[in-house]
């Protein structure tokens, strides 16, 4: 696959504002998809906190995203997917990963599975090819990964060793305003990032709670 042109970048991002948590103006919505599309890093609300994110395929992006961090290269970034067919072309789920996935999706959820050979190794440790999926109840994250057409790779919009996170545009512009191309402005989100499960045939594994609750779910 071609790694598109890089996205121009500005002294400060793009910035769409929507009003409310509801159905996004489509209009709105492509104007996000094409600077993914350029290969650029766009900023947006997810059903935990807000996020960054860019197209797979999109290298330089990527390394943007990774300097925006300081994140290394042992840490991946997830895949928000708008259904579980579409995520079952990048990831392995075994019997008790679909029914797990059934149960905590779209939601504020990441679930690690094996990747298939459609996710690129860049994306994934040489020694454990697994992959974070996120199915998101979020309109606007939801309606980002329907119109790109191929996965959106993401990360937590956290700041500094604390990982405090980030909730709303203007903490984003604050954090990383240098490192994007554009900003979803959108009502405040929650105040923590997503629960993170991982399975392994019939293994299930906490690796991080957040948002997504446990209650009743590994019962």
């Avoid at 961090?69 to 067919?85: W, Y």
């Avoid at 629960?195 to 299930?204: A, K, M, Q, R």
């Amino acid at each position: 696959m071609n790694t598109p042109a890089r996205a121009s970048r500005t002294t400060i991002p793009q910035r769409i504002v929507f009003e409310e948590w509801g159905e996004p103006s489509p209009r709105k919505i492509e104007l996000a998809i094409e600077v993914l599309h350029r290969g650029g890093v766009v900023a947006y609300p997810t059903d935990s906190i807000y996020a960054l994110g860019c197209a797979i395929e999109a290298r330089d992006a990527i390394e943007r995203i990774y300097r925006a961090k300081n994140m290394n290269k042992k840490q991946r970034l997830a895949l928000i997917c708008p259904d579980l067919s579409t995520a079952s072309a990048y990831g392995q789920f075994s019997q008790t990963a679909f029914r797990l996935a059934q149960r905590i999706f779209p939601g504020p959820y990441t679930l690690v599975v094996p990747a298939t050979h459609e996710v690129p190794r860049t994306l994934t440790h040489d020694k454990r090819r697994t992959v974070g999926i996120r199915i998101t109840s979020h309109p606007i994250a939801q309606a980002l990964a329907r119109g790109l057409g191929r996965p959106l790779l993401t990360t937590s919009a956290v700041i500094g060793e604390d990982h405090e996170p980030c909730r709303d545009a203007e903490e984003i512009l604050e954090a990383f305003g240098k490192h994007i191309d554009l900003v979803v402005d959108a009502p405040q989100t929650e105040a923590a990032p997503s629960t993170v499960i991982e399975v392994d045939g019939d293994t299930i594994t906490v690796i991080r709670e957040g948002q997504g609750s446990l209650e009743g779910l590994l019962d």
